[in-house]
Every structure is written in structure tokens, then in C-alpha cells.
């Protein structure tokens, strides 16, 4: 244990000066180069980026939302971008090796990433090299994502060994099957030992509040895989049908094929969600932190976890919280007497119901379903300091709205 808590100190030390020799030997040969990219600008716009391979959620999202920007034009002609990307420590080495053979113009060896991560810190020192930095893109404010297909897909190989590797988990050739996931905190407590991430803990969803869903929709005739990387809990179910991939037989490979082949995705808000979404599959985000992460643009199902006033012993309405949130949200509101309140097993189920229900066409809606998702995202735009452009994409379940008509207020 104590050569354990010395080694947890001593590589992060190590780490931190290594990349000062690194960068007090690399800057000199840097910063020419970086003064004639600066100088070149009028001509020719060149930018550099590392990609975010540490986190699987901005590793997918910030990169798919660059490519659908990049081809609608929005960055702007004679521009060439650079990436690179810390290949020792990515997150999954599958999605790694297909951004690699994507449309990015991407140095993918850990040797280029040391010369080029030196850049973007020479430009933000110098005047006008902020410019030569490509901007993070996090939300598709543009409406770009339902317009645009996937930019990664799956070699002839990888295709016969992904469904191979369905046969192995024990879902048969040509059944259907969905993933679900709620996150918790055992990732990044493992990813991240030196560092308190418990400001994450408003975001995190007990699984067995996802289980009466799940085994509705196996009656419905799905296989249902539970997703993770690494989980506080295992599955507490008999069920054949639902299969706790998370704890038996996860890789890095089947983490993104099932995600890309799936029906659907039953989620909270956490960062293997974002995978599925790059491949346009449907997601339920059930838990969801309101307003936070939120795009109308985007094609997908949501319903909210609840804040509870305990001073007023009352819910807080929609308005409200909206204007509590800041678009740099962290943490939790527990101090000033506020409490998250997770979904429901009986909301869980009717937004998968009915999510089901409207993909296989059978969904019936109602003027008064329509007019509660109007009332609804008029209430979002007017408290939100993004302006999306485009069709509201996104929608509320009909039954959560329902019976929650009273926070519209």
C-alpha cells in the first residue's frame, strides 16, 4: 500500500518535469517555425490541435463536430489543420485507430505529438497566434449532426470479427439488441488517482433504476448490453437476454462496434453516449442535468432529473432552473439546499417505450404532447446563451412532460 501511494506521487512529479526539459529543448526549434505560420496567415491559415483522446465523450464529439464543420465550410477557406493525439494514453484504441484512417489531417505517433503539442503553447504567447490554435467545438449549435453521415465506418475484417464477437456475448445472428449505461464514479476514480472528481457526482445514475426498462424491452424481443468501462456494480438480474458486458468480456474493439450497431442506446449523461451518436444511432438520455449538454439539434429522446428545494419542500420549475445553470457548470448545488432527484424506474420505462414505439412507427401523439414540447424548448431558448441554428431535433418524453406540466410554469 505505501509503495503503491509512493508510486502515485512520484510518476506524476516525474511527468511534470520531463515536460518541462521537453519544452525548454523543443521551443527554440518551435518558435521560428510558429513566427513564419503567424507571418503566412493572410495566405494561408495553418492551426494545430491535440485531439482529446484521454475522455471518450469530447474524444468522439469534438472530433465528429469538427469534421461536419469543416465540411459545411464554417472554418473558412485556405485553412489546414493539423491534429495530433497522446497515443499512449487514449481512451480506446479502436475508436483511436479509426479517427487515424478518418478525414482528419492527423500525425498519429506519440514521437510527432511531443514536437507538436509544443506549438499551441508558442502560439498563445505570441500576438495573433491564438488564431493558429483550433477552437474546441463542443455543442452543434449549427445543426450540422442529422445533416451529415457518419465519418467512420468499419473495415470488411473488423465487420466479420464484430458480429462474431455478438455470437460470442450470446446474442444470435440478425437479433436485435440495444445498449444501456448509467454512469457512476468508478472511472474516473481509476483513471484519475491524484485528483478529486467528485464534482462529476451530479451527473451519475443507479443502473438498477434502468432494469424495469430493460426487461421491458427484452419482452418487446431486444438482447440488452450493459456498457462500461469500469462499473461499481454488477447486474443483478436472471434474465438470458440482458447481458452484463461491462463485467464479462469487455474490449475496447466492442465498446464501439456495439455502440455503432445497436437499435437504439438507453443512457444517463456520461461519455461512452457520445459514441453511438457519431455513428447516428438513436439515444435515450434519461437523467440527464437540465440544460446541461443539451442540443435541439440533435435527433435525440431526454428526460431530466428533478432539483428539490428543501427550505420550500417543492420541485423547481423549469424556468428556474435554467436560470440557476451557467454554461460552466460544475459540481452540485447541495450547499444552497438543492438536490438532484434521479428518474424513476416507471420514467425510465416510458420514455424506452416510447422511443421504441416511434422507431417502429407505432407511436401515437397527441396536440397536447406537441404543444408541452413547444412550451417546453420556447422556455430553453429564451435561457440559454447558445443560439442553435436549425429544426428542434430533440424531444422530451411525452409521458415525463405529462406529469411534470406544473414545472412549465
Not at 455478438?166 to 491524484?194: K, M, N, T, V
Amino acid at each position: 500500500m505505501i509503495k503503491k501511494m509512493y508510486i502515485n506521487k512520484i510518476i506524476p512529479y516525474l511527468m511534470t518535469n520531463l515536460r518541462y526539459l521537453r519544452n525548454a529543448l523543443l521551443i527554440p526549434l518551435c518558435l521560428p517555425i510558429a513566427t513564419v505560420i503567424i507571418a503566412i496567415r493572410p495566405l494561408i491559415l495553418i492551426r494545430i490541435k491535440q485531439l482529446p483522446a484521454e475522455r471518450i465523450g469530447h474524444y468522439a464529439t469534438e472530433t465528429d463536430l469538427y469534421l461536419c464543420e469543416r465540411e459545411a465550410g464554417i472554418h473558412g477557406p485556405r485553412v489546414v489543420d493539423i491534429f495530433y493525439q497522446n497515443t499512449k494514453d487514449v481512451c480506446n484504441k479502436q475508436l483511436c485507430k479509426m479517427w487515424t484512417r478518418s478525414k482528419l489531417n492527423l500525425f498519429p505517433s506519440w514521437w510527432s505529438m511531443q514536437l507538436l503539442q509544443v506549438f499551441p503553447l508558442v502560439f498563445s504567447k505570441i500576438p495573433g497566434g491564438k488564431k493558429c490554435i483550433i477552437p474546441k467545438t463542443l455543442k452543434d449549435i449549427h445543426g450540422l449532426v442529422n445533416r451529415t453521415p457518419s465519418y467512420l465506418s468499419f473495415n470488411p475484417e473488423e465487420e466479420k470479427f464484430g458480429y462474431k464477437e455478438l455470437e460470442r456475448l450470446g446474442i444470435p445472428a440478425s437479433e436485435p439488441f440495444f445498449c444501456f449505461y448509467a454512469r457512476d464514479p468508478a472511472y474516473l476514480s481509476s483513471r484519475y488517482l491524484q485528483s478529486d472528481q467528485s464534482y462529476h457526482n451530479y451527473r451519475n445514475a443507479d443502473i438498477t433504476n434502468y432494469l424495469p426498462a430493460v426487461e421491458k424491452l427484452t419482452n418487446r424481443g431486444y438482447y440488452a448490453v450493459r456498457m462500461g468501462s469500469v462499473v461499481e456494480k454488477k447486474l443483478a438480474t436472471e434474465n438470458s437476454k440482458i447481458l452484463d458486458y461491462a463485467n464479462n468480456g469487455r474490449t475496447d474493439f466492442m465498446d464501439i462496434f456495439l455502440s455503432a450497431k445497436c437499435k437504439f442506446f438507453l443512457c444517463s449523461t456520461g461519455g461512452i453516449n457520445s459514441v453511438p451518436r457519431i455513428f447516428r444511432r438513436p439515444v435515450i438520455n434519461a437523467n440527464s442535468p437540465l440544460r446541461v449538454y443539451m442540443e435541439p439539434t440533435i435527433p435525440y429522446y431526454v428526460i431530466f432529473k428533478k432539483l428539490w428545494l428543501h427550505k420550500e419542500k417543492r420541485f423547481m420549475t423549469f424556468r428556474e432552473a435554467f436560470e440557476l445553470y451557467d454554461d460552466d457548470y460544475r459540481g452540485d448545488y447541495s450547499e444552497y439546499g438543492i438536490e438532484f432527484v434521479e428518474n424513476t424506474p416507471g420514467e425510465i420505462e416510458e420514455i424506452a417505450i416510447e422511443v421504441d414505439e416511434r422507431l417502429k412507427g407505432t407511436w401515437i401523439t397527441s396536440k397536447e404532447d406537441e404543444e408541452l414540447q413547444k412550451l417546453f424548448w420556447s422556455i430553453f431558448e429564451k435561457h440559454h446563451s447558445h443560439r442553435f441554428s436549425g429544426p428542434t431535433l430533440a424531444r422530451v418524453g411525452a409521458a415525463y412532460l405529462r406529469q411534470n406540466r406544473n414545472l412549465l410554469g
